[in-house]
Structures are given as C-alpha cells and as structure tokens.
C-alpha cells in the first residue's frame, strides 16, 4: 500500500485504467473493491469487452448484435463516479462544482451509448464504443462550462479540503 496519497492527475489516470484502482492505492479498499467488482460485473453482463474487440476491428454490427445495452447504460455513470470519486479522494483541494464535468461527461456518453447504433460517418456506423467515446468530449467541455458559470455567479472561489 501507498504511504502517501495519489495526486489528483495520479487518482485519474488510475481510474481510468480501471474504476476503483486510485481508491485502493488510497487505502479506500473496500470502495475500491467495490468499484473494480461493479466494473467487472458490468463489463461481463453487457459484453463490453466484446463489444470493444468488434468496434476496433471495425465490425460495428457484431458489436451492436453482441451488446446487452440494459447493462451498459450503466456504465457511464459508474466510469465517471469512480473517476470524480478518485479525484476527490486524492491529495489536494476540491474546487466547487468540480463534480460538473464528471456529471455531464457520464451524461453525454449515456446519450452517445443509445445513439451508437444509428449514427453514420461516411455510411458506415460509430457504434457502441465510438460515438460515446466522441460524445465525452462535448460533455467535459460543457461540464466545465458550467462549472465556471456556478463559480462566477455563487462567488465560491474557495477550494474544499476533503
């Protein structure tokens, strides 16, 4: 185990690897077994893991025809709490409203994750890993957006110990 605590870019980069890794290098283990195991869980349930090898070899049907979307609409939300969970968790103070990004990121996947399946570029499908992929973008950027508007109108400047 880690003496000292993971740093916030440390914890995210972590959980991206996989959710609950930055909570168990924090001493966090039963949240971080918690995360890994629902992770997994989810993962086996919706066979993302197959999902992903089809989308990258370019098979975006098979990936389609193979994904149990009742279980991976939750993963979003599952990915990006732990990712704001480990954030939180790690050395350093917590700007206000820093959950915003994290919030509309898990939002805007969820939206790409229903909409993978319809979506073209240049006639040929984004998918069930892709389009979610691409959609994340708009929602960290929007997330943050509105992160500043809450700092500038709330005048909470101040940073949050954990």
């Known amino acids: 185990m880690r003496k000292d605590p993971l740093t916030k870019h440390e914890a995210i980069l972590w959980n991206i690897a996989l959710p ?3 909570q168990l290098l924090n001493g966090n283990v039963v949240k971080g077994f918690l995360f890994v195991f629902l992770e997994i869980f989810i993962n086996v349930q919706s066979n993302f893991n197959l ?3 089809y989308s990258f070899n370019g098979k975006m049907d098979q990936a389609i025809d193979v994904t149990v979307y009742q279980w991976l609409m939750f993963y979003p939300c599952l990915y990006m709490f732990a990712l704001w969970d480990g954030f939180c968790s790690a050395e350093g103070e917590v700007a206000p409203f820093s959950y915003l990004p994290f919030v509309f990121g898990a939002f805007f996947v969820t939206i790409g994750l229903m909409y993978g399946t319809q979506y073209t570029y240049l006639g ?3 998918g069930p890993v892709f389009l979610p992929m691409i959609f994340l ?3 960290l950027l929007i ?3 509105l992160r500043k508007i809450c700092v500038k ?3 909470r400047r ?3 110990k954990q």
């Open 20 to 22: 609950g890794f930055s």
């Open 158 to 160: 101040r940073f949050v």
């Open 137 to 139: 973008i708009p929602g």
């Open 124 to 126: 040929r499908l984004i």
């Open 51 to 53: 999902a992903i090898l």
């Open 143 to 145: 997330g943050g957006l």
């Open 153 to 155: 109108v709330t005048g």
